[in-house]
């Protein structure tokens, strides 16, 4: 009679489980085609770069928002639906290496706290099974939380930095807003779901900026496997793997890839914020609210559409509007300083990005003296049919922060101490065109627009002309008037005399 109900029983479970895995497969099938019609819908919203007149058409992909820059100059060669607030999943993980990176050295020591290992779900989250109590060195726990995205990595690094993980969400939210993010709110070091913790493609593109000018942080996030071995401080040999499958021998390996991070759970979705580098060219691509695995071949056709439809120009080569460089104009006098360098030039590595079927003839340019770095004397901003494309820098050359038209000259015994002198002080930014100063001596240059000035030269000289000619015109009627005066005179005394002998005659 027992073993009858023993084998109710069990044919019971079993029947409870099969029927509950039918049940959830036919959930995951419903909800997988979801996803899906998502994507495909995704694929008709407007894509806001391909608005702009002229502007090389970008391709149709299936994230719910998407976005590629240039990662020096922060052009957006393409824009789709950039600013939604979404969720970041496991890409929040490079702005938590950034600031490590920027608060910490690799070498120190990072203790793995009860709160940080055991806040994840070690069956769920992503982890590399470092006990309680046990250390690794920041190095180390980097490629824990960039290879194997490593959940409690995220939160002993916070931990280390700031003293607890609260703490460290606070410098994220911090560092967020100064590098110009709008749209974002972080409530953990991971990105593991919280509807708190959020952020935009426009955000996280501006976090890869400074995540990318990392050498290091791009080793890490493009290594496919990392090995940590047992120490006195480790009781294992840690070995960390990566998901992503934009790397090299991946199926999706690209070949120009600088790095790259992925970031999935069920609410978020899949995302993917890439670095590849081309000819010169840096671009970084994000992607959110995608499909697998099609956030990797969206990013593949992103970063190919940036290569194939965009170039570099260096500003200083190629743009003759502003001449800061002439032989005889803002020099520091070849008697007086001795060295025949010019004042200003621009920054030979500013550079923008611009269409490859556009030339610098084309863009729009504006003279900026607000926000100088020290050593600047202006910056130039150009842009496109209204959409920025780079900055280029006006720099004092060498050592002179302003040039004093009233200065004695310099001995040589005296170089070294004016050398000395100006390199601990800060420059001075130039007064701008509009007679507008920003914190300026009287001692500051001028910076012209070249175009203008020879315009504006060009109609005074027409004028002067003019002016000339009337007063050619005047001068001579008035030269005639005189004439005719002096004839009429002469004229009259004739006549006098004539009157006059007949007069005489008479008598």
């Not at 703490?167 to 974002?184: H, I, P, Q, R």
């Not at 920025?388 to 015994?413: K, Q, R, Y």
Request: proline share 3%; aromatic share 8%; glycine share 6%.
């Amino acid at each position: 009679m027992k073993g009858f109900w023993k084998r109710q029983i069990f044919s019971f479970i079993i029947a409870i489980g099969f029927s509950a895995s039918l049940m959830s497969g036919a959930f995951l099938t419903a909800h997988a085609a979801n996803y899906q019609e998502e994507a495909e819908a995704n694929k008709l919203m407007t894509v806001e770069s391909n608005e702009i007149d002229g502007w090389p058409q970008g391709p149709s992909v299936s994230a719910r928002s998407a976005i590629l820059i240039e990662a020096n100059t922060g052009t957006v060669l393409y824009a789709k639906n950039i600013h939604e607030k979404l969720y970041p999943a496991s890409t929040t993980k490079i702005l938590t290496a950034y600031i490590a990176r920027q608060n910490s050295d690799l070498d120190e020591m990072v203790e793995y706290s009860a709160d940080a290992v055991n806040s994840i779900v070690w069956w769920d989250d992503s982890n590399i099974g470092i006990k309680i109590g046990e250390s690794i060195t920041m190095e180390q726990s980097l490629y824990g939380l960039m290879v194997g995205s490593a959940n409690e990595c995220g939160n002993a690094i916070g931990e280390h930095i700031s003293g607890s993980m609260e703490a460290f969400v606070d410098l994220m939210n911090e560092t967020a807003k100064e590098l110009g993010c709008t749209d974002s709110h972080f409530v953990t070091t991971n990105g593991k779901h919280d509807d708190e913790h959020y952020t935009s493609v426009h955000d996280m593109a501006l976090i890869a900026q400074k995540y990318f000018s990392d050498e290091l942080l791009c080793k890490m996030s493009n290594t496919r496997s990392y090995v940590i071995p047992a120490s006195p401080t480790l009781s294992r040999e840690l070995v960390p793997n990566s998901k992503n499958n934009l790397l090299a021998g991946k199926k999706y390996a690209y070949e120009y890839l600088v790095g790259s991070k992925t970031g999935y759970t069920d609410i978020a979705r899949q995302n993917l914020v890439s670095c590849a580098e081309k000819d010169g060219m840096k671009l970084i691509c994000v992607v959110m609210r995608d499909e697998s695995p099609m956030q990797f071949t969206d990013t593949i056709d992103l970063f190919n559409y940036g290569f194939s439809n965009f170039k570099m120009v260096n500003v200083s080569e190629n743009d003759t509007t502003y001449q800061v460089r002439g032989n005889s104009f803002f020099m520091t006098d070849n008697d007086i300083f001795g060295d025949s360098q010019p004042i200003l030039s621009i920054d030979s590595s500013s550079c923008l990005v611009l269409p490859a079927d556009v030339s610098i003839d084309e863009v729009d340019s504006v003279l900026c003296y607000d926000d100088l770095e020290p050593g600047q004397a202006a910056s130039i901003s150009y842009s496109y049919k209204g959409q920025p494309v780079g900055t280029a820098s006006i720099l004092f050359a060498g050592h002179v922060s302003s040039f004093d038209f009233n200065a004695e000259p310099v001995l040589p015994e005296e170089t070294d101490t004016i050398e000395s002198e100006t390199a601990s002080q800060p420059s001075t930014a130039a007064v701008s065109s509009a007679g507008q100063s920003n914190s300026h001596t009287q001692n500051d240059i001028l910076l012209l627009d070249v175009k203008r000035v020879g315009i504006i030269a060009a109609i005074v000289v027409v004028l002067l002309i003019i002016a000339l000619v009337i007063r050619s015109v005047v001068h001579n009627r008035r030269l005639t008037r005189r004439r005719r005066a002096v004839m009429n005179r002469r004229r009259s005394k004739k006549d006098e005399i004539i009157d006059f002998d007949r007069y005489i005659d008479k008598f």
